[in-house]
């Protein structure tokens, strides 16, 4: 990492990797990571929303227990281990089942290029989907005007759960089902966009760290080739943006890296 | 039966030669011949089995994903699915006319792109044929072979090919799968560096594509018998032209002739096409047959493709490539329509020609580096984009409903036009060459050859090292069979059944 922040002096400190990373009482491992410039890997972490912990990509050791880093206090003395081959791994295999559940076809898809999920992989080097895809079938929903939703690219992050209830006031989304069959539903009683508040303004149409929640009709106005992550890898492109410089394209800067 | 060949009249009684590659992405054919025990041929098929499932992908989509999506479609030409696609959903968002500059974009990397596929096409899968011999030895008849023999013009074939990616990629911002061209127009025009890097290497592209006229004129003054009676069928013609009656891949309407020459329809505008091309079914094929409506299903059988469209036209509007086409009409000293498919690989490179005169104009064109790129107007629910592909002429017909979902697609590709085409044309090889005799793997590329002329794609016609897997079956009267033969590499060998 390049851009290391200067350190506060008097902060208390864990160790990362062996670095010194400074924090603040009550922030998580993941938070004071990421201001001191370290980059652990995430989906479901946002730094505006309150840690959620259900992706589990961002699992690191703490003093040799598996831990989610962006659910994890941070406290003096921690020995923290993050690029290490086996979590590497780990996060690997937890990609590529997210890959597996959905439909995520790169090539024709207007979010690759500002996808998490797609930067992520890139980042933790996952070539293949690996295991065999389910190609979930669930009809979009279409209904609303403006927006476009595409349910088979859902990775269950809750983000535009969290920032349409917590922000925007609306509760547009919600989850049902439990394991395998968990989906995103749309919060209105005809279960349709359409028959919600959603309004394209809204926080939540920020935040999807995939392609589920998509503006209509601006489709690959943006070159593929010059979007954030195939500008930088996605590690440093969080690092720049939370440091006050963005890179990318201003409309992509919505959201966490998007 | 109307088609000699198509028909064994009692078809339990012969032996059955199939020549069956594995399957690519876009469809893979395979060629059943009926025999009986004296060798003679009662039926020639070519069965193409098209990727279909695709409409299953694009029903349902947003409309602004389609021009991506169908790039899938075809692995050596995906760029005109691309630019089918947006010239078809251009209507939907109401752009009757894109911008200048979105045009001259776009017709910049569809030359670019005719450019890669016929240098392709001809350097790399049909050149070992021709200069080789059809029958001559497997192991040196592919592209290695012609590196070796003729090393300048595989490597002017590998530089072709590259300049045209290279505009493809400056183009459509990737080399495949690129999303330059979008429904309304394009997302990017060209920069004065881009420019300048592509105008570069043109005076070598127009020396090297000379030397490939005159390679193969060179080619076919040995051998003019062989090259005007190989395969050949008269069949009427069909393409796209300009307004103006001249060679246009890129835009304008829809002319056809007779084997004769005489005018079918001209002028149809494109979102009409179904007032003219009807398609037919046969139990046999997967592959539909279409067929111009006012010749019935038997008699309106076309050729699309280069050789149709060099024809079809009245006239090319760059001298170079107007030069060229003028010397392959004058092989026809009647002035008879060529209807001979080895002149699909002259007609490929009258059209490479065309191509580098074309992009030259381009280049030259400031408008290339303009920034009004999108246009729009009111919605409309359907729309139809023609275009002419490498391999000929392709049609998307899409409709869209208010929520912005395709709702239905036709695709009608150039394999499918030539459906007939190439199975007449390997019917007549398989008269001319096959009947009678022992059959072995240099008369079995006779087939592939005569394919080979109009489509590439086809895996069956596709032996990029001489390497394709081919199967060959002998069935007995009762359909089991006796015998495989299997093509590897340079071998044919028989495996048990
Ligand atoms: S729609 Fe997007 S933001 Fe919402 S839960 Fe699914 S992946 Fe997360
Ligand atoms: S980012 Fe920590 S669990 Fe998802």
Redesign the pocket.
């Known amino acids: 990492m390049s851009d290391k922040l200067p350190q506060p002096a008097g902060l208390p400190i864990f160790l990362l990797d062996g670095h010194e990373i400074p924090f603040q009482p009550g922030q998580t491992v993941m938070q004071a990571a990421l201001e001191a410039g370290f980059y652990i890997p995430h989906l479901?972490f946002h730094e505006e929303f309150k840690p959620h912990g259900s992706c589990k990509v961002c699992t690191v050791k703490v003093n040799g227990r598996t831990v989610a880093s962006c659910t994890t206090a941070a406290a003096a003395d921690l020995d923290v281990e993050s690029e290490t081959s086996e979590l590497r791994d780990l996060r690997k295999t937890l990609v590529q089942f997210l890959f597996t559940e959905g439909n995520h076809f790169c090539p024709s898809c207007e979010q690759s290029g500002n996808c998490k999920l797609q930067a992520v992989a890139y980042e933790l080097d996952v070539l293949s989907a690996h295991f065999n895809p389910i190609f979930p079938d669930r009809p979009l929903d279409a209904s609303h005007p403006d927006v476009l939703l595409d349910f088979n690219?859902?990775?269950?992050?809750?983000?535009?759960?969290r920032a349409s209830s917590e922000v925007d006031g609306k509760d547009v989304?919600a989850?049902a089902g439990r394991g395998i069959t968990k989906h995103?539903i749309v919060n209105a009683e005809s279960g349709r966009l359409a028959d919600t508040k959603l309004a394209v303004n809204d926080k939540a149409m920020s935040?999807?760290?995939?392609g589920?929640?998509q503006r209509k009709r601006r489709g690959f106005a943006v070159p593929i080739g010059q979007r954030t992550y195939d500008q930088k890898p996605i590690s440093e492109v969080t690092i720049s943006r939370l440091q006050g410089h963005p890179i990318g394209h201003a409309e992509d800067q919505e959201g966490d890296g998007r | 039966m109307a088609f000699p060949l198509e028909k064994a009249e009692d078809p339990t009684k012969l032996r059955r030669v199939a020549i069956d590659p594995v399957s690519r992405v876009e469809g893979h054919g395979k060629v059943t011949i009926l025999l009986d025990d004296a060798g003679k041929i009662h039926q020639v098929r070519l069965h193409i089995v098209e990727f279909r499932g695709f409409e299953r992908f694009i029903l349902g989509r947003p409309y602004w994903e389609v021009p991506v999506m169908v790039q899938r479609l075809c692995g050596i030409c995906p760029v005109s699915h691309h630019l089918a696609a947006s010239k078809a959903l251009d209507l939907v968002v109401g752009a009757k006319r894109v911008t200048h500059t979105a045009e001259l974009v776009r017709r910049l990397m569809h030359y670019g792109q005719i450019l890669q596929s016929h240098a392709l096409h001809f350097y790399h899968l049909a050149s070992p044929d021709l200069l080789f011999g059809f029958g001559s030895a497997v192991a040196t008849r592919n592209v290695v072979g012609v590196l070796a023999a003729f090393p300048e013009l595989a490597r002017q074939g590998v530089l072709l090919r590259k300049y045209g990616q290279e505009i493809i990629r400056l183009t459509a911002g990737k080399r495949v799968h690129g999303t330059g061209s979008v429904p309304g127009g394009v997302n990017k025009s060209l920069t004065a560096a881009e420019r300048d890097e592509l105008l570069a290497p043109l005076p070598d592209v127009k020396q090297w594509l000379r030397s490939g006229l005159a390679a193969l004129t060179g080619l076919y003054g040995q051998n003019r018998e062989q090259y005007d009676s190989f395969g050949t069928v008269p069949s009427s013609l069909l393409s796209l032209v300009g307004r103006q009656g001249q060679l246009d891949l890129y835009d304008g309407v829809l002319r056809a002739r007779d084997q004769y020459g005489k005018i079918i329809f001209d002028g149809l505008d494109p979102q009409q096409y179904r007032s003219q091309l009807k398609e037919n079914v046969r139990s046999w094929s997967y592959m539909k047959f279409p067929f111009i409506g006012s010749l019935g299903p038997e008699a309106g059988w076309y050729k699309v493709g280069p050789l149709a469209r060099i024809q079809n036209c009245d006239v090319i509007d760059t001298p170079l490539a107007e030069e060229a086409r003028q010397g392959l009409l004058a092989t026809s000293p009647t002035r008879q329509l060529i209807h001979a498919p080895l002149h699909y690989h002259w007609a490929r490179l009258i059209e490479m020609v065309h191509a580098a005169e074309v992009i030259e104009n381009l280049l030259h064109d400031q408008d290339l580096l303009g920034d009004q790129l999108m246009a729009s107007g009111p919605r409309a629910i359907a729309g139809v984009g023609i275009i002419e592909a490498p391999r000929g002429t392709l049609i998307h017909h899409y409709e869209v409903d208010e929520q912005d979902l395709v709702t239905m697609c036709n695709l009608i590709v150039s394999t499918t036009h030539n459906n007939q085409a190439m199975n007449e044309a390997i019917r007549q090889v398989a008269r001319q060459y096959l009947d009678g005799q022992e059959l072995t793997e240099g008369l079995l590329n006779h087939i592939e050859v005569a394919i080979r002329a109009y489509d590439p794609c086809l895996s069956c016609a596709t032996h990029a090292l001489g390497k394709m897997p081919l199967q060959v079956e002998f069935v007995d009267p009762a359909g089991k069979v006796v015998q495989r033969l299997v093509r590897d590499g340079e071998n044919l060998a028989a495996v048990s059944a």
């Open positions: 479901c690219r859902c990775i269950l992050c809750e983000l535009c759960i989304f989850l995103l935040v999807c760290p995939v589920v929640i």
